[in-house]
């Protein structure tokens, strides 16, 4: 299996760090400029740090990385933590960086697209690009932890997402407690 994670400029960074630290199989990673400050903000993570937990690495203008075209296979793109902005652009179609071209490449050859907004409180335009893409099947998955569960930690609350994302691809996880 291959699978695309791109970290995009949203406070969320976590998110896509622990993606690639539970997906099996080949990982490709995409941080936008903006991630690259966060990362290190919000986490003990260096840029560094979370480039090792991928096999692949691309820059966000590489606009001629493989993951740019269709004829290239994935099985699923995440992106977690997906900002309003990024979030704005793969609904209006606009692939002028490499996470919004793979975004746009996961949604025409049909492939599994989840984006992990995290986000609060969202405008009618947000709800409204959330809901078009919804439409076409991207997965909107929040970053709203379930406390059936009890999560206990920040790590338990963010493992509940990242579990939550696994269950998209149906990956076999023990991240959280399911409901019983």
Known sequence: MRYVVAITGASGSIYGIRLLENLPGEKILVISEMAKKIIPHETGYSVEDVKALADVTFEDDDLFASISSGSFKFDAMFVAPCSGSTLAKIHAGIADTLITRAAA?????????IIIPRETPK?????????ELSRIGVCILDANPGFYS?????????????????DQISIEHDLYKKWE
């Open 105 to 113: 490449v996961a949604i025409k050859e049909s492939r599994r697209l």
């Open 150 to 166: 009890k999560p206990r930690t920040i790590d338990d609350i963010i493992d509940f997402v990242v579990g939550r994302c696994l």
């Open 123 to 131: 405008s009618a335009i947000f709800l409204r690009n959330e809901y």
